[in-house]
């Protein structure tokens, strides 16, 4: 049992409910929080609200943004012929490190994974298919994970795309099987997009 007040309790709960946050990182980063000054938890809690008030998804693409149109869709350098395909946005960070990639990106928002009940339904494909029958687009990569929800789901946007007339690619060689891309350093994922595989 432990000696702690019930409200200290319940954020050390809290903390522990974070991705890779055991019980005793959860104790140590409450801890933490009540030793700090009150300026910058105050600072910390802000920042954590205005995230949560002010980020939402890019109307063109679905990733992170602030205003209506992400900085990426909004940059005019940028290759608007070819559209690298993700399952979140912390894939496109994860690219973007390369600096290897200059075209734009489509965030599908999750995967297709029958064991979790997400079916094809809970992709957002509808502004990609947009863009491919516009005939703005020449080339669609996929840069799903390659574990096998990753794979189902490149499946699935194969062949939600084959009918137009546009280069539908997998990203290649470097990426482990059965990783994710977000892990990928940033040597492996420039030579996965430059290693690339057609599709169709």
Request: proline share 4%; with cysteine; hydrophobic share 40%.
């Amino acid at each position: 049992m432990s000696g702690y007040p019930k409200v200290l309790q319940d954020l050390i709960e809290a903390l522990s409910f974070l991705p890779g946050i055991g019980r005793r990182s959860a104790e140590r980063i409450a801890l933490y929080i009540l030793e700090e000054k009150k300026e910058r938890v105050d600072m910390l809690v802000n920042l954590i609200q205005s995230v949560k008030d002010e980020i939402r998804p890019c109307r063109l693409c679905n990733n992170f943004s602030t205003e209506d149109i992400c900085s990426i869709c909004q940059d005019e350098k940028r290759d608007r012929s070819l559209v690298c395909v993700v399952e979140y946005p912390k894939d496109i960070m994860a690219i973007e490190k390369t600096g290897a990639y200059r075209g734009l990106y489509y965030v599908l928002l999750g995967a297709i994974s029958p064991l979790k009940g997400k079916g094809v339904d809970s992709l957002d494909i509808d502004n990609l298919r947009k863009r491919a029958e516009e005939g703005e687009l020449k080339e669609v990569i996929i840069a799903t994970d390659s574990d096998a929800e990753g794979e189902i789901t490149a499946t699935f946007i194969r062949d939600s795309l084959k009918q137009y007339n546009l280069k539908i690619s997998r990203i290649g060689i470097g990426i482990p099987l059965g990783s994710q891309i977000e892990y990928a350093d940033s040597a492996t994922l420039e030579k996965a997009l430059a290693g690339r595989i057609p599709l169709t």
